[in-house]
Structures are given as C-alpha cells and as structure tokens.
C-alpha cells in the first residue's frame, strides 16, 4: 500500500528534533512520499487573537524544508511569497478574503485552502498511483504511527477520514488539522482552490462561519459524492511549543473515541508510550486523564445543540 502526506500551510517555529521524532512515528513501517507547500513567511498561529501575528520572510526556505524532512521521503515541494499571493488574489477571492462579514478567526482559511491544493497539485504532477492521501499541518505532533489505523478498511471504505469525535466533534465538517482517506476519496482536493468562491456563497448551513475551512472540505467532498468519518484516536493536532500544554489539549478533546474495544486500548497504549518518553506521565496528566473520563457524559449532553444542524 503506497501512501502520500501533504504538507501544506505556513512554516512555524518547532523543536527540530521533535518534528522530526513525530514524522518518525506518523511514517513508521510504511510505503510512502511526502509533498510539502508553504510559503517563504514564517509566522505564529492565529491561535483565537483578534488580530493577525507578524510573519517573517525567510530567504532560504528551500534550504529549511529540505533540513526538515532531510532522510524522509520528500518528493517534490514548492512555495511562494504569501504577501504576493494576497497581493495578486482575483477580485471574487479578494473580497472573501478582505469582507468584514465573515468572523476573523477564519481569515486564514484561504491561504490553507490554496497551499493544500498546489500540494495535491504536487502529487498530481508526479504520476504516481497513491492508495491512501492524507493532509497533515506542519505545526503537527504525531503521537502514534498512522499504521496502527485500519489502512486496508480506510481504503475500502472510500470516505474521509478526520479527527472529528469526543469533546471536539462537530457535525458536518471535516476538522482541517489532519485527514485523508484513498486518493479517489481525497480527489475533491484537486479543484477545491477554484471551486471556493462558489463553496463560501453555497447556502449549505452547518452552523459554522461560511469561510470556516472545515464547513468548505465537507461541503467540497460532499459535493463530490465523498462521506465523511472519523478515525477513532487522536494521533495530532496543532502543537503549541509545550508538551503539557499540547497533552492536556489532545487529552481534554479526548485521545479515542467513546467504544470500548482492542483497537482503542491498543491506541491508548501508544498514546501512554509517547507520555513516557516525553516524561509526561505524572500527577498533571493523570488528574487530565481523570477529569476527561468523568466528563464524558456532559460531552454527550453537549449534543444535544446539535440536532438541529444534524
């Protein structure tokens, strides 16, 4: 089964090691190629602030992806200035991107939505036949290998797959941190960047902002004729330069979801390693670990808001 990872987004400031430490674990024991799109500006996460961070020009961005992913498949990258990007945005993009009617947290969603598609673009340009694709962020901590997932049902089954479950489900989007599913599956990436003007303006309602990322993947693959599903364990998301910080986040959105079986016990096992040898495992993680199982049954009541949007 040969696999493609599709780096794409901004560059951020990461322990070099543990970025490479986390693809180690995402890519372990598997077949597989990895394309990458940025832009020359490095920058902070928007993160919830009322206002954008600065970004910083970095001159030899080429020279930084190539040490990143240096001993790893990387097959082919690119990347271009985002200020000449925002710069030269078509009318109908430009008024999405500028409009003061959409919520601000969601004003980078069209820079995302392009780099993920000139990845995919990347992909496409090499020729190759990719069973599985999966879209991953560069600011990503893997915490268990992605082979532990059921890649051959994965495959067959022929939806998307996202992290989508516990405390931070959502219904009807496709949570943009990481996703995937078979190359079929994923081929709505393909024409996402051209189709977005008419995706923002799709009456479809899922009780997100229009120009919220996640509302335009699900709307994007539903169009397509693509279900949706979630993996069952957490296996990343956005890392914020501390390991306790970044532990109670995956902890508190709850590290599996809700079924008792071997394959969820197998990936907490795998989940418990990677707070041992982050020397994690302590009376912190524990009182997080507790305090999520005990509010599981609120997680539930939560959803209850939901059924009209179901």
């Given amino acids: 089964m040969k696999i493609a990872f599709l780096f794409s987004g901004q560059l951020r400031e990461l322990e070099y090691d543990l970025f490479r430490k986390s693809l180690l674990n995402l890519t372990k024991d598997l077949d597989y190629s990895i394309f990458a799109y940025t832009w020359e500006e490095m920058g902070e996460s928007l993160n919830h602030k009322n206002s954008l961070p600065e970004i910083n020009s970095n001159e030899n961005i080429d020279e930084k992806i190539n040490f990143l992913f240096k001993d790893f498949n990387l097959l082919d990258f690119g990347y271009e200035s985002f200020e000449d990007f925002r710069k030269g945005l078509k009318d109908q993009y430009r008024k999405i991107y500028y409009s003061n009617k959409f919520h601000f947290g969601t004003i980078n969603s069209l820079p995302q939505i392009y780099t993920l598609n000139k990845s995919f ?182 959803r209850l808001k939901y059924l009209k949007i179901t």
């Fill in 121 to 302: 673009k990347l992909l496409e340009k090499s020729k190759l036949n990719f069973d599985l694709v999966f879209r991953c962020r560069f600011d990503s901590i893997f915490i268990h290998p992605i082979k532990i997932f059921p890649l051959k049902q994965i495959l067959s089954n022929g939806s998307v797959f996202n992290l989508n479950f516990g405390r931070a489900y959502y219904p009807n989007r496709i949570y943009d941190i990481f996703f995937g599913g078979s190359r079929k599956a994923m081929n709505f990436i393909s024409t996402i960047w051209n189709d977005t003007p008419y995706l923002v303006k799709n009456s479809f309602d899922n009780g997100l902002d229009k120009r919220d990322c996640c509302r335009i993947l699900y709307l994007a693959a539903s169009l397509d004729n693509t279900n949706v599903n979630s993996f069952s364990s957490r296996i990343c998301d956005v890392y914020r330069n501390n390991d306790l910080i970044y532990s109670k986040y995956l902890i508190e959105s709850h590290l599996v979801n809700f079924r008792v079986n071997k394959k969820n016990i197998s990936y907490v096992k795998y989940i418990l390693k990677w707070f041992r040898e982050r020397k994690l495992i302590n009376t912190k993680i524990i009182f997080y670990l507790i305090k999520s199982f005990l509010l599981i049954p609120f997680v539930y009541l939560k």
